[in-house]
């Protein structure tokens, strides 16, 4: 079945630098990708909406220079959190479009910004 | 603007009972509806509906989409305490771009 492998699963870094969480389709093209980030008890919220070849497609209220998005090729996806601050650390999942058979989810990246 | 409404939003019932959950919507350029489940980590699908009145099953769970009403609705039968989780209903939309919006979300625990 269809595979997205998302990581790190987590990762701690310090107030100010930069990280980067990769989400790759391993057994199929993904066109489209979504990066979701989720609140502890609370649903999935869209953040962008990654576009192979093109700009990703931000949310309202989402920061772009923030929340960096890369969809280099048809099995990848790059989420970079710029200049991250604690308020950032959540849980960061992404998932990816198979035809109109559904999404598949990463597994979910865990941030804590110290 | 796009809109997933879930209810209950929580819910505590018995091994052995019968739940149903509630999803409404009102997005534009409506695909279908996706129902997930959630326990600890990334959701795991359940079912995809695009079609009005077509009841999907797997098991015990069952799901049916009415794109007149604008809602859908997730059976479960006979819970077992592994049912416990947080049951998300995602429509998935095409406006030119594809875009999944979610509810918020059912939480649902079956106590022994």
């Known amino acids: 079945g269809a595979v997205v492998s998302q990581h790190p699963s987590w990762v701690i870094c310090k107030s100010g630098t930069s990280v980067k969480i990769e989400c790759r389709s391993l057994d199929f093209q993904a066109t489209t990708m979504f990066w979701y980030r989720q609140f502890p008890k609370k649903s999935l919220m869209l953040m962008a909406t990654s576009n192979e070849g093109s700009k990703a497609t931000y949310e309202q209220g989402v920061e772009k220079d923030k929340f960096l998005i890369n969809h280099a090729s048809l099995t990848l996806s790059t989420l970079t959190v710029t200049s991250a601050h604690p308020e950032d650390s959540s849980f960061y999942i992404c998932?990816?479009?198979?035809?109109?058979?559904?999404?598949?989810f990463g597994s979910g990246t865990r941030l804590t910004v110290v | 603007e796009d809109k997933v409404v879930q209810s209950p939003l929580s819910l505590v019932v018995h091994e052995g009972d019968t739940v149903t959950l509630n999803c409404s919507y009102e997005?534009?350029?409506?695909?279908?509806l996706l129902w997930y489940k959630q326990e600890k980590k990334a959701p795991t699908f359940l079912f995809m509906l695009t079609s009005s009145g077509i009841e999907k099953k797997s098991g015990r769970l069952s799901s049916i989409l009415d794109k007149k009403e604008l809602f859908s609705i997730l059976n479960i039968t006979a819970t077992q305490t592994g049912d416990s989780a947080v049951y998300l209903c995602a429509v998935f939309m095409n406006t030119g771009f594809q875009k999944l919006v979610f509810g918020t979300g059912t939480r649902l625990l079956v106590s022994p």
């Open positions: 997005v534009t350029n409506f695909r279908s």
């Open positions: 998932s990816a479009v198979r035809g109109n058979y559904g999404y598949t």
